[in-house]
DNA sequence: GCCATTTGACCATG
DNA sequence: CATGGTCAAATGGC
């Protein structure tokens, strides 16, 4: 929980999913994070928040044991994030990470130096954590490789419940650090409730910053606020780049492929509503 | 002594 | 009842 990854030799590749279930009305993301051995394997759990692992727990057929962690300010701040940590069967380098819940507290950045409190150690171990911005960066810098919209999973789902498919892919954009980044279902409570997955939480060794688009918004803690998400928002984040193969701007940044479904149900009245 | 981790027990759910 | 998730006492490091 202590160490830092330097931003020189921490190379790994990030499959973030997003499993926008239905459950609990709590946002629930996995994140798939490979570190190259080579790297100094310290394992993936340095994401910028601070955590509290409370257990670990042996997965049927599953090889390795699974980890579950809390926000370090569950309490303090009333934050009740929480991940699990499960190596991957096929590749021990990989780590699977599902983060449910969004953080509440404030400690996630390193650039907060709040007034003193009586919880002195809270900011211990945030100076040379990257902010939320940059580690979006990164990935947004990787997302030139490849971004598709997948919406296969609608019909597996309660549309009712889950409006949202949203499978971006990144990969093999950069150099050695690819990463892919799939986002599934995304329903209510995800958007609304300062939701904030893994592409815009506090990671990277990187120092950019990102915003998605109008519709998304930075607040002082890495974490993307939408501001509203009307149909016509999203039109305007994917539309540019449905038959072309120019880099349409998303943000800051611009987009080497983007592919969109055109069955996507942006006009469905759930969606995003 | 404080705090995080470990680990077996307990609980919830299907 | 099997499995996954959480609790909390014990343990260890600083």
Same mark, same amino acid.
Not at 139 to 166: G, Q, Y
């Given at each position: 929980?202590? &160490?830092?990854?330097?931003?020189?030799?921490? $190379?790994?590749?990030?499959?973030?999913?997003? +499993?926008?279930?239905?459950?609990?009305?709590?946002?629930?993301?996995?994140?798939? /994070?490979?570190?190259?051995?080579?790297?100094? =394997?310290?394992?993936?759990?340095?994401?910028?928040?601070?955590?509290?692992?409370?257990?670990?727990?042996?997965?049927?057929?599953?090889?390795?044991?699974?980890?579950?962690?809390? !926000?370090?300010?569950?309490?303090?701040? *009333? !934050?009740?994030?929480?991940?699990?940590?499960?190596?991957?069967?096929?590749?021990?380098? /990989?780590?699977?990470?599902?983060? &449910?819940?969004?953080?509440?507290? $404030?400690?996630?950045?390193?650039?907060?130096?709040?007034? @003193?409190?009586?919880?002195?150690?809270?900011?211990?171990?945030?100076?040379?954590?990257?902010?939320?911005?940059?580690? %979006?960066?990164?990935?947004?810098?990787?997302?030139?490789?490849?971004?598709? /919209?997948?919406?296969?999973?609608?019909?597996?789902?309660?549309?009712?419940?889950?409006?949202?498919?949203?499978?971006?892919?990144?990969?093999?954009?950069?150099?050695?650090? *690819?990463?892919? =980044?799939?986002?599934?279902?995304?329903?209510?409570?995800?958007?609304?409730?300062?939701?904030?997955?893994? =592409?815009?939480?506090? @990671? @990277?060794?990187?120092? *950019?910053?990102?915003?998605?688009?109008?519709?998304?918004?930075? *607040?002082?803690?890495?974490? /993307? $606020?939408?501001?509203?998400?009307?149909?016509?928002?999203?039109?305007?984040?994917?539309?540019?780049?449905? %038959? @072309?193969?120019?880099?349409?701007?998303?943000?800051?940044?611009?987009?080497? $492929?983007?592919?969109?479904?055109?069955? =996507?149900?942006? +006009?469905?009245?759930?969606?995003?509503?």
């Amino acid at each position: 929980m202590k &160490r830092r990854v330097s931003a020189a030799d921490f $190379h790994w590749s990030t499959n973030l999913f997003l +499993d926008g279930y239905c459950r609990k009305s709590q946002p629930t993301w996995t994140e798939q /994070v490979k570190v190259s051995a080579e790297s100094g =394997f310290e394992g993936p759990t340095d994401d910028g928040y601070s955590w509290r692992k409370y257990g670990q727990k042996d997965i049927l057929r599953a090889k390795y044991p699974r980890s579950y962690y809390r !926000c370090t300010y569950r309490h303090m701040q *009333n !934050c009740w994030a929480t991940k699990q940590v499960q190596r991957s069967d096929d590749d021990p380098t /990989v780590f699977d990470i599902t983060y &449910r819940g969004s953080h509440n507290c $404030h400690h996630a950045t390193y650039c907060a130096p709040q007034p @003193t409190s009586p919880e002195k150690q809270e900011f211990k171990n945030q100076a040379v954590y990257p902010t939320g911005q940059q580690y %979006s960066n990164q990935v947004l810098m990787n997302l030139r490789a490849n971004l598709r /919209v997948n919406t296969n999973d609608l019909d597996k789902n309660d549309p009712a419940a889950c409006h949202f498919s949203f499978v971006p892919t990144f990969s093999s954009g950069m150099t050695d650090d *690819n990463r892919h =980044f799939q986002i599934s279902h995304v329903d209510d409570n995800l958007i609304g409730s300062g939701y904030s997955p893994s =592409f815009v939480s506090p @990671t @990277t060794p990187e120092s *950019n910053y990102f915003s998605v688009s109008s519709s998304s918004q930075m *607040n002082g803690y890495g974490m /993307v $606020h939408n501001l509203h998400h009307s149909e016509s928002d999203l039109t305007d984040i994917f539309s540019a780049n449905t %038959s @072309t193969t120019s880099s349409p701007i998303v943000g800051d940044f611009s987009l080497d $492929h983007l592919e969109l479904d055109p069955n =996507f149900p942006f +006009d469905n009245p759930n969606f995003f509503s």
